[in-house]
């Protein structure tokens, strides 16, 4: 890697780490704003015009073409995510964990951060067939096992509100 | 008004509707907010920048430049093809002449266009490679573009053969 590379690696890493501290400080925004600066230094830093115009596509990577610079970037958007969850902006959780997945469709935090998002954006479906795949990994995981728990809460309140609904619906013609 | 930093160091100051149609810097004003500090932008060098918000404020008033890019999930190669035929037939001259540049700048502007997330700048870029390769025989890109031959002759036969189908 070039001097300047190196320089700019330096730079995006101290942002990470600042992030990192913030977010452990519960200072959300300032960590969004550190782990974006983090990005900016560390994209791009190995890309060539030809490799830009053929990107790799997610869904049919193999794992070892991940490399250790794709898991570092999506570690970082997988982080941005997180802070939107605790500033409870689920589109945000969304839209920056499918980023991650796109790195590396291997990171396993931002496929749970996406199935936290679809829960909470009423994305039932989707939410439930990423914790599939995720507890088939790990099915003692105690994190997973609180999102099925809050699925299966969603829809029952989503069952109840249906039936008030439809209450009576027979009976309103008489 | 927005600040950005290039790779050299200076600051470049843009309106927001202008820059915003880059998805990375919409993505960071959306998350952190407009505020005096400028965004540093360490691979774009100050002219590529300059050259990236000409296009921008050329089409600025495209706001569907300034919202990410619908992606349906069916039928998503076609969709990619229907995709690049629908942004050829929506280049203006400004985007022809944008782009009789050399092909230093073209290459820099890939990935400018690539960090920065325009992917209708992306699309012309690619496209106009594309056209410079039209025609050309594998001895001729690799002269163009400078392209080591990184084949054996054996590897390289085989590709030869494998391909002929489209030579004739």
């Given at each position: 890697?070039?001097?300047?590379?190196s320089?700019?690696?330096?730079?995006?890493?101290?942002?990470?780490?600042?992030?990192?501290?913030?977010?452990?400080a519960?200072?959300f925004?300032?960590?969004l704003?550190?782990?974006?600066?983090a990005?900016l230094?560390?994209?791009?830093?190995?890309?060539?015009a030809?490799?830009?115009?053929?990107?790799r596509?997610?869904?049919?990577?193999?794992?070892?073409?991940?490399?250790?610079?794709?898991?570092e970037?999506?570690?970082?958007?997988?982080?941005?995510?997180?802070?939107?969850?605790?500033?409870?902006?689920?589109?945000?959780?969304v839209?920056?964990?499918?980023?991650?997945?796109?790195?590396?469709?291997?990171?396993?935090k931002?496929?749970?951060?996406?199935a936290?998002?679809?829960?909470?954006?009423?994305?039932?479906g989707?939410?439930?067939?990423?914790?599939?795949?995720?507890?088939k990994?790990?099915?003692?995981?105690?994190?997973?096992?609180?999102?099925?728990?809050?699925?299966?809460?969603?829809?029952?309140?989503a069952?109840?509100?249906?039936?008030?609904?439809?209450?009576?619906?027979?009976?309103?013609?008489? | 008004?927005?600040k950005?930093?290039?790779?050299?160091g200076?600051i470049?100051?843009?309106?927001r509707?202008?820059?915003?149609?880059?998805?990375?810097i919409?993505?960071?004003?959306?998350?952190?907010?407009?505020?005096?500090?400028?965004?540093?932008l360490?691979?774009?060098?100050?002219?590529?920048l300059?050259?990236?918000?000409?296009y921008?404020?050329h089409h600025?008033?495209?706001?569907?430049?300034?919202?990410?890019?619908?992606?349906?999930?069916?039928?998503?190669?076609?969709?990619?093809?229907?995709?690049?035929?629908r942004?050829?037939?929506?280049m203006?001259?400004?985007?022809?002449?944008?782009?009789?540049i050399?092909?230093?700048?073209?290459?820099?502007?890939?990935?400018?266009?690539?960090?920065?997330d325009i992917?209708?700048?992306l699309?012309?870029?690619?496209?106009?490679?594309?056209?410079?390769?039209?025609?050309?025989?594998?001895?001729?890109?690799?002269?163009?573009?400078r392209?080591?031959?990184?084949?054996?002759?054996?590897?390289e036969?085989?590709?030869?053969?494998?391909?002929?189908w489209?030579?004739?």
């Amino acid at each position: 890697m070039s001097a300047d590379s190196s320089e700019k690696r330096k730079e995006g890493l101290s942002h990470k780490e600042a992030g990192n501290r913030y977010f452990k400080a519960n200072e959300f925004s300032k960590a969004l704003k550190e782990y974006h600066y983090a990005l900016l230094h560390l994209r791009g830093l190995n890309s060539d015009a030809m490799n830009v115009a053929k990107p790799r596509d997610p869904e049919t990577m193999t794992e070892d073409e991940v490399t250790e610079q794709d898991k570092e970037l999506s570690a970082i958007s997988s982080n941005i995510a997180a802070c939107h969850m605790r500033l409870q902006r689920y589109d945000r959780v969304v839209f920056c964990a499918n980023e991650a997945l796109k790195t590396n469709p291997f990171n396993k935090k931002a496929k749970f951060r996406l199935a936290q998002g679809y829960v909470r954006e009423g994305a039932l479906g989707k939410a439930s067939k990423l914790l599939d795949e995720l507890e088939k990994d790990s099915p003692n995981d105690q994190g997973f096992a609180a999102e099925r728990r809050n699925i299966e809460l969603k829809e029952k309140q989503a069952e109840e509100k249906q039936r008030k609904e439809f209450a009576g619906m027979f009976d309103r013609s008489k | 008004m927005v600040k950005l930093i290039t790779a050299e160091g200076s600051i470049i100051t843009v309106e927001r509707e202008v820059i915003e149609q880059s998805g990375t810097i919409r993505n960071i004003l959306n998350d952190v907010g407009v505020s005096e500090e400028p965004i540093p932008l360490p691979t774009v060098s100050g002219p590529i920048l300059t050259k990236i918000v000409e296009y921008c404020t050329h089409h600025k008033d495209d706001i569907s430049r300034r919202q990410p890019r619908e992606v349906s999930n069916e039928d998503e190669s076609d969709s990619s093809e229907a995709a690049i035929q629908r942004a050829i037939e929506q280049m203006d001259d400004f985007d022809h002449e944008f782009c009789r540049i050399d092909q230093g700048t073209l290459f820099d502007i890939i990935l400018a266009a690539n960090f920065l997330d325009i992917q209708p700048l992306l699309d012309l870029a690619g496209y106009t490679v594309a056209n410079m390769m039209k025609g050309k025989s594998v001895e001729e890109i690799r002269a163009t573009f400078r392209v080591k031959n990184d084949f054996t002759p054996e590897e390289e036969e085989r590709a030869l053969k494998a391909n002929a189908w489209c030579e004739s």
